[in-house]
């Protein structure tokens, strides 16, 4: 059970660039896991008309650039976004907002590619206003006639629905479809005596059909306090009934989605080493067994003034009753959780550690057969300082990681700082780009004059 | 040696180099396919590119050239006007135009202090040209114009709840030098302060700051909240600036 490799994905073309490069996601096909997709708030360093993703046909270890995604302003390129390759098929999908529209506006694109090496831009499937933070899963089945069917999930907060924002577009045919009509979108959310739903709206696909989802309800508002609820949801037939996502309902008032948390509490957009807190959660069903779920999520358990926590819980009875913490992680920031082909649990977690200027931001992989009862397997994958480099915008690391598992593999994502220290980097790293390790200092393309420290994503393989 | 260098011509193009034919047929990128409008080239000099290519003279790139176009020998030398399709190990771009070797000429550009990572980078004087008359064109769109001193910010509007709420906040400006518009000797306008990734490229005025502002009616949400509003990159401008965005007249 090892580390395979950790691996700054800049492409060495862009030894020069200086960009944060935050909130990273990450694809891989579960039909050749030598082909991933990674995504960040990453624009066309050139100005170009469209946005990068980043893509890989080797497993990782090498990672390039594609300009397909439409749509290029700076400095996010395509504001948020995305990716998820569907198991049979290997078609790409990917969330964005669109920044072809005025910055007060959100526009949700949800496209489709079926080479994801190809330098043609991304079809468009889906084109509508008003959601935030897409999170794309994809699932498929086999079709009798053998061929492959896909069927995609998108999470999203959509806020020209408000209060019942959580929100999932899907499509059960989404490679076969040539138009935007097969996806529907459909609100999970269904108490109107919310104020209103947080931004992360996260879905996990079992084989069989059967599709999770959690978000957080807003109960109360007081300035930028608020106090939630985190809620599941779940359908048994891929959301392909009347009424989707209803089969969760919860014990103290019959309503749908069942509240495995309550009175929550968080101060939205406070800030713990440069990184704003806008909303954590995570979601990840076992593929042994559909009934086992897990849930992650961060608040602030003892109230404003006590630190941000990302708990760990767990159901055996799909979703319907809950552990309590099984793990908690006190001032822990994007949680990410997958589970394996042995049941096995991975957890990635980015988390400040220190005080003052010694505050460092440690990236933690960790596996628990047995839901942290016994010590579960750390894999430290990196720690830098918080205050460098300082921040050119929010999200300074992300409002979300990547986590993935096919088989017994993991495979994950995240973004930090790209200082080349190789303590910062405990068990080793790769980098693509220029760097002098000995006078810890990045290069340009010419391989003398100095490029700035940034934040830059890094891709992770751990193998079971 | 083809093709006139049009104003589109400039725009499009983001990487300007003058490059020498390596071979024929082949890509320097992986999984990028070859044709035989598939050139690599030898760059001899970067005459336009941000920052984060300047320094990639001596680096080999894939160029696809345009569909119908002449494709040079090995050896020749010219100007390509280009726009990039994929980075990795080297780079892929697509032709916009070519000129002979030595046409386009070029500017080292270091820009201002308020660009924290901001390195020097080569730019072409039709390309500066260029955007200076975008950005004369832009203040040509506003509706108010002065310079002046910010003395007062106050917060305005809700709570901002979502990861891209704006959280506006209204500034005044004491008004020392008026270009246009009808305004007294102060006036009020809504920005965003937010410095999520949608809207940290708009300037925040700071208290004191001195200022050339180019102001908009306020439209939508912000309407209620100010008359006129400051919601783009280039609507703060340092005052001695009037002549180059194509201001004139206006009093104290």
Not at chain 1, 20 to 45: H, I, R, Y
Not at chain 1, 236 to 250: C, R
Not at chain 1, 320 to 345: E, I, Y
Not at chain 2, 122 to 141: F, N, W
Request: hydrophobic share 40%; proline share 7%.
């Amino acid at each position: 059970m090892t580390l395979q490799c950790l691996v700054n994905i800049i492409p060495e073309s862009l030894s020069g660039e200086a960009h944060q490069d935050s909130e990273p996601s990450l694809a891989v096909n579960p039909a050749d896991t030598g082909q991933m997709v990674a995504t960040a708030l990453t624009p066309d360093l050139l100005g170009g008309p469209n946005s990068p993703i980043f893509v890989s046909a080797d497993g990782g270890q090498t990672w390039a650039q594609r300009l397909v995604v439409p749509g290029n302003v700076p400095p996010a390129g395509t504001r948020d976004i995305s990716a998820g390759f569907a198991p049979d098929s290997g078609v790409l999908y990917v969330g964005i907002l669109s920044p072809e529209v005025p910055v007060n506006r959100r526009q949700l694109q949800i496209l489709r590619t079926t080479d994801f090496l190809s330098t043609a831009i991304l079809s468009v499937l889906v084109n509508r206003p008003g959601p935030d933070q897409p999170w794309v899963v994809a699932g498929g089945i086999q079709a009798q006639s053998g061929q492959a069917v896909d069927r995609v999930y998108v999470g999203n907060n959509d806020l020209a629905r408000l209060p019942t924002s959580a929100t999932v577009d899907f499509s059960l045919d989404a490679d076969v479809a040539a138009s935007s009509a097969v996806f529907s979108s459909h609100q999970i959310e269904t108490d109107a005596a919310a104020e209103r739903d947080g931004p992360p709206v996260r879905i996990a696909i079992h084989p069989d059909g059967t599709v999770y989802a959690v978000y957080q309800r807003w109960t109360k508002t007081s300035g930028i306090t608020t106090t939630f609820d985190v809620v599941v949801t779940r359908d048994d037939n891929w959301a392909a009934g009347a009424n989707p996502f209803s089969v969760l309902t919860d014990p103290a008032d019959g309503s749908v989605g069942r509240r495995l948390a309550t009175k929550r509490t968080a101060v939205f957009g406070s800030t713990i080493g440069q990184q704003q807190l806008r909303g954590d959660s995570a979601i990840a069903v076992d593929p042994t067994d559909p009934g086992v779920v897990w849930v992650a999520w961060g608040d602030q358990p003892q109230g404003v003034s006590s630190p941000w926590t990302i708990h760990v819980r767990r159901s055996a009875d799909g979703g319907q009753t809950w552990s309590g913490d099984l793990r908690t992680v006190a001032q822990g920031k994007n949680p990410c959780l997958a589970v394996n082909a042995a049941g096995h649990l991975g957890f990635l977690c980015q988390a400040l550690t220190g005080t003052g200027a010694a505050e460092r931001w440690e990236t933690t992989f960790e596996v628990t057969a047995d839901g942290w009862a016994s010590p579960a397997q750390l894999t430290p994958l990196h720690s830098a300082l918080a205050a460098s480099p300082a921040a050119d915008f929010n999200p300074y690391l992300g409002d979300y990681a990547g986590l993935v598992s096919i088989g017994n593999n993991f495979y994950g994502i995240f973004s930090g700082s790209n200082h080349p220290d190789k303590a910062n980097f405990p068990n080793g790293v790769t980098y693509q780009r220029h760097v002098d390790w000995d006078a810890q200092q990045l290069l340009d393309l010419d391989g003398t004059s100095g490029v700035p420290d940034s934040i830059d994503p890094f891709f992770f393989a751990w193998t079971e | 040696m083809a093709d006139a260098v049009t104003a589109d011509v400039i725009s499009r193009a983001k990487f300007v180099i003058m490059a020498t034919v390596q071979s024929l047929g082949r890509s320097t990128v992986a999984d990028i396919p070859s044709d035989d409008h598939t050139v690599v080239f030898t760059i001899d000099q970067v005459l336009h590119a941000p920052a984060v290519l300047a320094r990639s003279a001596g680096m080999e790139i894939t160029v696809q050239l345009a569909a119908g176009s002449d494709v040079p020998a090995v050896g020749d030398q010219m100007t390509l006007f280009t726009t990039p399709v994929a980075y990795g190990k080297s780079i892929a771009v697509a032709e916009v135009g070519r000129a002979a070797a030595g046409t386009a000429e070029s500017s080292t550009i270091t820009a201002g202090s308020s660009a924290r990572r901001s390195r020097p980078r080569p730019t072409l004087d039709a390309a500066h040209q260029l955007e200076e008359e975008q950005l004369r064109a832009h203040a040509a769109e506003a509706d108010v114009i002065v310079a002046g001193r910010v003395v007062r910010l106050e917060k305005a509007g809700d709570p901002p709840l979502g990861e891209h709420d704006p959280d506006w906040w209204v500034a005044t400006i004491a008004v020392d030098h008026w270009v246009r518009g009808a305004v007294a000797d102060t006036v009020r306008f809504v920005f965003p302060n937010s410095s999520d990734v949608h809207w940290v490229n708009v300037p925040k005025p700071a208290p004191g700051e001195v200022g050339l502002w180019l102001l908009h009616q306020a439209a939508g949400e912000a309407a209620g909240l100010a008359d006129y509003s400051l919601t783009d990159t280039y609507d703060v401008h340092r005052p001695h600036e009037l002549d180059r965005l194509g201001l004139g007249g206006g009093g104290s």
